[in-house]
């Protein structure tokens, strides 16, 4: 998927029910890897403190990321109402959305191309390296021992330059150039 695609793509998973619509777009939001977002639980969402915590990673360790104003709309519509141990996507297919999506009109795409996409406008909005890479849980190559040694940012290291990110996704949902 390209960033051409993205309104025709925001229009189609607008037909979904509510619950798949707010899969992909905190998909694409934060850029989280499919299991990610699939098994996220009430739990892991502290809108006090404003933080959202994945405890299980592809490389075995616990991300954090903030929870900004485009993902906290979708964040408190899905946690209304669950106990903590619940999941905010319980039911949705995550193998299968991708398909859903495209069966009403999405062009076609893998939801791995949504964590892409955030890398791409990240980096075209010269966001740095070891800020997409912390948004996006990337560890860097082992060769690279600055990144993966001495970099370390926070959650809320990333909260600004993740906002900017998703507004210009916003933007091209939105067929701005």
Known sequence: MQEADLPAWRGSIEKLNEKQRDFLLLALYTGLRRTECRELQRQHVDLATGVLVVPMTKNGKAHTLPVTPLMREILERRCDGLEPEQELFARVSAEHLARAAMVVG??????????????????????????????????????????????????????????????????????AA
């Not at 955030?118 to 990337?138: E, F, P, W, Y």
């Not at 060769?143 to 990110?165: F, G, M, N």
């Open 106 to 175: 999405a062009p076609r795409f893998m939801l791995h191309d949504l964590r892409k996409m955030l890398a791409t406008v990240g980096q075209k909005l010269a966001i740095s390296d070891a800020v997409l890479r912390r948004i996006l849980n990337h560890t860097p190559a082992r060769a690279d021992v600055l990144h993966r040694h001495y970099v370390a940012l926070s959650a809320e290291d990333v909260r600004e330059p993740l906002t900017v990110v998703q507004e210009r996704l916003v933007e091209l949902m939105r067929g």
